[in-house]
């Protein structure tokens, strides 16, 4: 419910024209929109979850990209080698807990890449904190999915499906 809410805010926005009679209208929106992606990232109930600030991060630069995969399959050390930022790699799943934010410059443009804690299958339900993660990847320009080669192909599909739901929820 609230990720197809999302859509229609930021559709409605698209076909508002911008001018000053509807810079009130535009502005209300806006407002409406932050309020639903912040009950999208903070976690429901009891569920040992913590506030929003724990996945998602200050927007800096004039891109950002997220990095998104099943857990361990390189997206922090891929984060390390690119930005020079020390995120935390081990030989155990999740341990990415939160984003972890780094910056690159291309061409004279800052680009924010954000680690993004490992998502699995059943994410888009809420599994594992899928949910709050898939809400901050929502906010990147690109999506970049991270695989392990010497894992099976069906991971690839799998992240997709996750995400394209979030994206393109199923008609009702």
């Not at 927007?59 to 891929?78: E, M």
Request: aromatic residues 6%; positive net charge.
């Amino acid at each position: 419910y609230g990720i197809s809410k999302i859509m229609e805010i930021e559709a409605e926005m698209a076909r508002t024209q911008k001018k000053k009679a509807t810079a009130h209208h535009l502005r209300l929106l806006k407002a409406r929109l932050a309020k639903l992606r912040r009950e999208l990232i903070t976690p429901k109930g009891g569920g040992g979850g913590g506030p929003a600030e724990d996945f998602d991060v200050a927007k800096t630069g004039d891109a950002r990209i997220g990095f998104v995969g099943f857990p361990s399959v390189g997206k922090s050390t891929l984060l390390s080698n690119l930005a020079g930022v020390c995120s935390e790699v081990a030989a155990y799943e999740f341990t990415t807990l939160t984003t972890v934010p780094g910056v690159i410059r291309y061409k004279g443009a800052k680009i924010q890449l954000l680690d993004l804690p490992g998502i699995i299958e059943g994410a888009k339900d809420g599994k594992g904190r899928g949910r709050q993660v898939i809400a901050v990847a929502r906010t990147c320009n690109l999506i970049l999915i991270v695989l392990d080669v010497l894992k099976p192909l069906g991971h690839k599909k799998i992240i997709e499906n996750e995400l394209e739901d979030c994206w393109f929820p199923p008609p009702e």
